[in-house]
């Protein structure tokens, strides 16, 4: 099965602050990747979604953004931060032919 | 446009009884189904799905059924056990590439079991 690596899993950021967090993946190659915000009282939002390397597509406009450098890294970033992106953060896999998505631990974002 | 809806935020139920959690779609295409199941500070974890060409899938104590006719779907949890307590989250998608097959997501029932 797949396991997902996120990190840092708890950041503190001001506002107007950068933001960059990484996720890697294992046991699986060629994955659909996915960036999830679980914000408070609300459900799992699609920010991004990447079928392959250098794709990616935006669901929500923002001041966010995703990038996949390699086949197993996705990475969320933000130039300048809003006290509004806080949330938790959540990057999430999909492979072959399942059509399930394993999810990593999550990252923990509190912009001030 | 809600497609995916949990229209229960919280449920509580006695250890040893029933849990169900109820999930509604609007999207006739919509053709896989899940559940999932949260604990605070981690990430969702796989609990059981279903095809739309079924209308029941079950594991152990965990039951997925499916009306078709309905647009819903349901979770039972038979006995429900304190370590059951979490948020459960309805998700569906439809089959095709790109971002037809992308997850859509339920905001989520708080299941509380008591002992």
């Known amino acids: 099965s797949q396991t997902i690596h996120q990190w840092p899993a708890t950041l503190v950021q001001p506002v107007g602050s950068p933001l960059s967090l990484e996720c890697t993946v294992e046991?699986?190659?060629?994955?659909?990747l996915y960036w999830y915000r679980q914000a408070a009282g609300r459900g799992l939002q699609l920010l991004f979604y990447?079928?392959?390397?250098?794709?990616i597509s935006s669901e929500v406009p923002q001041n966010l953004s995703a990038s996949r450098p390699q086949d197993r890294q996705f990475i969320l970033s933000s130039k300048k931060l809003l006290l509004s992106d806080s949330g938790f953060y959540l990057c999430?896999?999909?492979?072959?032919?399942?059509?399930?998505?394993?999810f990593g631990e999550g990252s923990r974002l509190t912009v001030l | 446009d809600q497609q995916v809806k949990q229209n229960s935020p919280s449920l509580s139920v006695q250890e040893g009884r029933i849990s169900i959690l109820n999930c509604d779609y609007t999207?006739?295409?919509?053709?896989?189904f899940l559940w999932y199941k949260k604990y605070p500070a981690e990430g969702p974890t796989f609990l059981i799905s279903?095809?739309?060409?079924?209308d029941k899938n079950e594991d152990g104590r965990f039951t997925v059924f499916l009306n078709k006719s309905a647009k819903h779907l349901s979770l039972h949890i038979v006995p429900s056990q304190p370590g059951d307590s979490a948020v459960y989250f309805c998700?569906?998608?439809?089959?095709?590439?790109?971002?037809?097959?992308?997850?859509?997501f339920g905001k989520g029932t708080k299941l509380s079991v008591k002992p």
């Open positions: 998700a569906a998608s439809r089959g095709g590439g790109g971002s037809q097959g992308n997850l859509i």
């Open positions: 999430a896999s999909a492979g072959g032919f399942v059509r399930e998505l394993f």
């Open positions: 046991g699986t190659s060629n994955p659909n």
């Open positions: 279903i095809s739309s060409i079924k």
């Open positions: 999207n006739s295409m919509f053709d896989y």
């Open positions: 990447s079928v392959g390397i250098g794709q």
